[in-house]
């Protein structure tokens, strides 16, 4: 991998996450448009998110991404990323994110790790694969059953 591809990963992500910041300061899911975040994922994106997770599933293209946005607002009233580490950058990055989150139905609050790979083709995301510690106290945090 070249310094070149490095640097373009690592652009390609921090430019997504500082769009997404704006798409959910503009109202995000429902309320702001997917144009603003659009340019960073390839049209034809996969999400795999856990399935034991609220809104877990395999989300596809840019109609999956906005559908899966929707589906992370109907779960989290609150959805705050304290930190991010890019551990890797090139064609599959690797990104450490902490997160705080309220979850909408019960209101309890969590803290905790996502490790995301991420893999870029042709300056766009193209395939996102995010990793839980604990899917099963995220489901409880937001069903309000016990994990």
């Known amino acids: 991998m070249t310094t070149a591809q490095t640097s373009d990963a690592a652009a390609v992500l921090r ?11 503009a109202g995000g899911p429902g309320v702001a448009s997917f144009d603003t ?3 960073y ?12 997770l609220p809104y ?8 999956g991404m906005t559908e899966f946005f929707l589906a992370m ?8 990323m304290l930190e991010q580490r890019f551990l890797a950058t090139g064609e599959t990055s690797v990104v450490l994110t902490q ?6 139905a019960t209101g309890r609050e969590l803290t905790f790790p996502i490790l995301q790979t991420v893999r870029i083709e042709n300056g ?4 996102v694969r995010p990793f839980y510690w604990d899917t099963a106290a995220i489901a409880a945090a937001c ?3 016990a994990a």
Do not use: K
């Open 99 to 104: 997160v705080r989150a309220r979850a909408r």
């Open 15 to 25: 430019g997504m996450y500082e769009a997404e910041a704006v798409y959910l300061a």
């Open 41 to 52: 994922f390839a049209p034809d994106v996969v999400l795999h998110q856990a399935e034991a």
């Open 73 to 80: 607002s109907a779960t989290w009233a609150e959805f705050e």
């Open 37 to 39: 975040l659009a340019p």
């Open 56 to 63: 877990g599933g395999t989300w596809r293209g840019h109609d």
């Open 124 to 127: 766009r995301i193209a395939e």
């Open 143 to 145: 069903t309000g059953l």
